[in-house]
């Protein structure tokens, strides 16, 4: 399965989103894919119409997005090997069984930001993503976290030019 790690800017959002974002940048320091600041669960097809699941703010909540065109100088893409566990399908379950559910205000800056909890109901972007592989505690870590989450797992690699070849 194909996991997605933002890395493009977050200019179109707003000063209190901006502040976020930075602050999760700042929590981040230390690890090495920082610049990681929103994780995407690929789900099917090819970086130009891609069918992708997380959690988003801007979105509402968990849901999952068809016929998307990922840029690629925004993303990388790490291939995480099967298991029972953990796989596009059983992603996707969990993504179905799931849509709607809230965004998790308190979780995003928690998870850099120690101390705040988060919200047992609803769910961040690599929160989401996390469970749906099954990781025990995603609201423990940022995204850059969860990426380095999913590279130490057994023949996982990053795939981000093999993934993106054909685009221009």
């Known amino acids: 399965m194909i996991v997605l790690g933002y890395i493009g800017k977050h200019k179109c959002d707003g000063f209190r989103r901006w502040v ?5 940048r700042l929590g981040q320091i230390g690890y090495t894919w920082r610049r990681v600041t929103h994780t995407e669960i690929l ?6 119409a891609a069918t992708i699941a997380s959690a988003s703010l801007l979105d509402g909540g968990v849901r999952t997005k068809t016929g998307v065109r990922l840029n690629p100088a925004h993303w990388v893409a790490i291939d995480v090997p099967d298991t ?11 993504f179905e069984l799931h849509d709607g ?6 979780g995003a800056p928690g998870s850099v930001l120690y101390g705040l909890g988060h919200d047992a109901n609803g769910y961040f972007c690599n ?8 990781q025990i505690d995603p609201h423990k870590s940022p995204p850059a976290g969860f990426i380095g989450w999913c590279l130490s797992l ?3 690699r ?3 030019a093999e993934f993106f070849k054909n685009a221009n």
């Open 20 to 24: 976020g974002w930075a602050l999760i």
């Open 154 to 156: 057994d023949g996982a």
């Open 43 to 48: 789900l099917a097809g090819p970086w130009d």
């Open 101 to 106: 559910k809230p965004y998790d205000k308190r």
């Open 158 to 160: 990053d795939v981000t």
């Open 84 to 94: 029972k566990m953990r796989s596009a399908p059983v992603s996707a379950k969990w």
């Open 127 to 134: 929160e989401a993503c996390g469970a749906s592989m099954h």
